[in-house]
Protein backbone atom coordinates (compact mmCIF):
# COMPACT_ATOMS: atom_id res chain seq x y z
CA UNK A 1 0.00 0.00 0.00
CA UNK A 2 1.36 3.41 -1.26
CA UNK A 3 1.78 5.87 2.07
CA UNK A 4 2.66 9.52 1.91
CA UNK A 5 6.09 10.53 2.96
CA UNK A 6 8.18 13.36 2.79
CA UNK A 7 11.46 13.43 0.82
CA UNK A 8 13.31 12.91 3.68
CA UNK A 9 11.13 9.90 4.91
CA UNK A 10 9.45 11.54 7.52
CA UNK A 11 5.92 11.71 7.59
CA UNK A 12 5.81 14.94 7.89
CA UNK A 13 7.33 18.68 6.83
CA UNK A 14 7.41 20.32 9.76
CA UNK A 15 8.74 17.97 12.84
CA UNK A 16 12.57 19.54 12.12
CA UNK A 17 11.27 23.14 12.18
CA UNK A 18 8.74 22.52 15.46
CA UNK A 19 11.96 21.16 17.27
CA UNK A 20 14.23 24.35 16.29
CA UNK A 21 11.30 26.63 17.50
CA UNK A 22 11.01 24.73 20.64
CA UNK A 23 14.68 24.78 21.30
CA UNK A 24 14.96 28.46 20.62
CA UNK A 25 12.77 29.02 23.32
CA UNK A 26 14.79 26.70 25.65
CA UNK A 27 12.01 24.48 26.61
CA UNK A 28 11.40 21.20 27.08
CA UNK A 29 9.16 18.96 24.87
CA UNK A 30 7.00 18.31 28.27
CA UNK A 31 6.99 21.89 28.48
CA UNK A 32 5.22 22.36 25.10
CA UNK A 33 2.98 19.59 26.39
CA UNK A 34 1.53 21.37 28.92
CA UNK A 35 1.58 24.74 27.23
CA UNK A 36 -0.63 22.71 24.50
CA UNK A 37 -2.46 21.36 27.18
CA UNK A 38 -3.19 25.09 28.94
CA UNK A 39 -4.84 25.82 25.39
CA UNK A 40 -7.32 22.72 25.40
CA UNK A 41 -5.34 19.94 23.35
CA UNK A 42 -4.81 16.86 25.24
CA UNK A 43 -1.33 16.09 24.48
CA UNK A 44 1.85 14.49 25.94
CA UNK A 45 5.44 15.23 25.28
CA UNK A 46 5.53 11.33 23.87
CA UNK A 47 3.37 13.17 21.36
CA UNK A 48 5.55 16.19 20.71
CA UNK A 49 8.38 13.42 19.86
CA UNK A 50 7.02 11.88 17.38
CA UNK A 51 5.76 15.09 15.82
CA UNK A 52 9.64 16.24 15.95
CA UNK A 53 10.84 12.66 14.66
CA UNK A 54 8.91 12.63 11.64
CA UNK A 55 7.05 9.44 13.10
CA UNK A 56 3.45 10.80 13.26
CA UNK A 57 1.58 12.45 10.63
CA UNK A 58 -0.17 16.17 11.73
CA UNK A 59 -3.42 17.06 11.48
CA UNK A 60 -4.46 20.83 9.80
CA UNK A 61 -5.75 21.45 13.80
CA UNK A 62 -2.57 20.37 15.33
CA UNK A 63 -0.30 23.29 13.09
CA UNK A 64 -2.75 25.75 14.31
CA UNK A 65 -2.30 24.99 18.08
CA UNK A 66 1.74 24.85 17.54
CA UNK A 67 1.79 27.83 15.18
CA UNK A 68 -0.68 29.50 18.76
CA UNK A 69 1.80 28.36 21.29
CA UNK A 70 4.49 29.81 19.35
CA UNK A 71 2.79 33.05 18.46
CA UNK A 72 3.72 32.43 14.92
CA UNK A 73 1.96 31.72 11.66
CA UNK A 74 1.11 28.27 10.04
CA UNK A 75 2.87 29.10 7.45
CA UNK A 76 6.61 29.58 9.40
CA UNK A 77 6.07 25.95 10.76
CA UNK A 78 6.87 24.06 7.23
CA UNK A 79 10.78 24.83 6.58
CA UNK A 80 11.15 26.75 2.78
CA UNK A 81 8.68 29.83 5.15
CA UNK A 82 10.41 29.47 8.78
CA UNK A 83 13.95 30.19 7.53
Not at 14 to 40: D, F, H, P, T, Y
Not at 67 to 75: E, P, Q
Amino acid sequence: MFKLKAPDGTNNLCGKRIRELREEMNMSQRRLAVKLQLLGYDVDNFFIRRVENGERFITDIELEMFSKVFNISVNELFPSCGQ
